[in-house]
């Protein structure tokens, strides 16, 4: 099999977003030592949009003003395109902002403080085949027996990369019900995102998707952080050089450069084929972790990324995408 250029800088690219999006698991435990987590969504949503900022406003001053964004595929989406504040566009933000981000962010915080680790890692491998169930009835993208076999393949190098030990999984012990559900509806929200920011990328850049589903986000987070988790002067006084260590983490590059690079994926690909390669962060953490905490990466764990990597690519270079 030959791998084109394109498919190598794709490949390449989603190793480099999931690596990045690896390190947030990290960053979220620190910085859940001093805060909740709707605090913590709130306050990388707040510098996650201060960071993308200059960046959207240095591409809008670029931008010539017969370019107008994207490319559109049909004529809906340029009249759609032509009017920022038409009712679609205000609805696809809303849609990205109050049924993708905060959801996908919050509970998933919540649910693994209320479930088992194995439980929470296991119900997690659902992202992707979530997001090609979406994608297929939503964008109407093409799910051929070769993309199920990529995802199948990516499926198994995790579980052997994870090692489960199943008979400490309990999906159905009322004690973790709660928490495996939030975790569920988490994953839910996450494959709606990445299907929804598909529709917008139609009409907008990467940058105004990310600014503004990062905006709408943070504005729906103040309730929930005011009436579940009061912020205080003092408790933020109190947080370490560590804690905005970590937050810079999730915000600059978990939440800030991955995102970007993700969407620039996402255009180029299918949902169905950019979203195998989350498979990849499980083996990618490992190797964070054997960097920084220099934990010990067995063969098994070689064995079980190889193979997720090779579903990847699968994924991306033996199936076109449906647009």
């Known amino acids: 099999m030959q791998i084109s250029r394109r498919t190598a800088t794709d490949v390449g690219l989603l190793v480099l977003v999931n690596g990045m999006w690896a390190a947030q698991y990290a960053a979220y435990k620190v910085a859940t030592e001093k805060m909740g987590p709707v605090t913590v969504s709130a306050w990388t949503f707040l510098m996650a949009s201060l960071v993308l900022l200059p960046f959207?406003?240095?591409?809008?001053?670029?931008?010539?003003?017969?370019?107008?964004?994207?490319?559109?595929?049909?004529?809906?989406?340029?009249?759609?395109?032509?009017?920022?504040?038409?009712?679609?566009?205000?609805?696809?933000?809303?849609?990205?902002?109050?049924?993708?981000?905060?959801?996908?962010?919050?509970?998933?915080?919540?649910?693994?403080?209320?479930?088992?680790?194995?439980?929470?890692?296991?119900?997690?491998?659902?992202?992707?085949?979530?997001?090609?169930?979406?994608?297929?009835?939503?964008?109407?993208?093409?799910?051929?027996?070769?993309?199920?076999?990529?995802?199948?393949?990516?499926?198994?190098?995790?579980?052997?990369?994870?090692?489960?030990?199943?008979?400490?999984?309990?999906?159905?012990?009322?004690?973790?019900?709660?928490?495996?559900?939030?975790?569920?509806?988490?994953?839910?929200?996450?494959?709606?995102?990445?299907?929804?920011c598909k529709e917008l990328l139609r009409r907008f850049t990467p940058l105004e998707v990310l600014v503004y589903g990062y905006l709408i986000a943070l504005v729906a987070s103040l309730p929930l952080l005011v009436w579940v988790e009061p912020l205080s002067g003092q408790a933020v006084r109190g947080y370490e050089l560590r804690v905005w260590i970590a937050l810079g983490v999730l915000s600059i590059f978990s939440w800030g450069l991955a995102m970007v690079l993700w969407m620039f994926v996402l255009k180029r690909l299918d949902v169905s084929q950019a979203s195998v390669s989350i498979y990849l962060l499980p083996f990618l953490g490992v190797l964070i972790s054997a960097l920084t905490l220099h934990e010990r990466i067995t063969p098994v764990m070689i064995a079980g990324g190889v193979i997720t990597l090779a579903g990847t690519i699968l994924m991306t270079s033996l199936e076109p995408t449906s647009a």
């Open 56 to 196: 959207l406003v240095r591409e809008r001053r670029a931008r010539p003003p017969s370019a107008g964004g994207p490319a559109r595929t049909t004529a809906e989406d340029c009249a759609a395109a032509a009017r920022p504040w038409a009712r679609r566009n205000i609805q696809g933000f809303l849609m990205i902002g109050l049924a993708g981000l905060v959801p996908a962010s919050v509970l998933l915080a919540w649910g693994i403080d209320r479930s088992t680790a194995s439980n929470a890692a296991l119900i997690y491998l659902m992202v992707p085949i979530i997001t090609a169930v979406l994608a297929w009835l939503v964008l109407a993208e093409r799910m051929t027996a070769v993309r199920w076999a990529s995802l199948g393949v990516s499926l198994l190098g995790v579980l052997v990369l994870s090692d489960f030990n199943w008979r400490e999984l309990q999906f159905a012990n009322s004690r973790f019900l709660l928490g495996n559900l939030m975790v569920l509806l988490a994953c839910a929200a996450s494959s709606f995102y990445n299907v929804y």
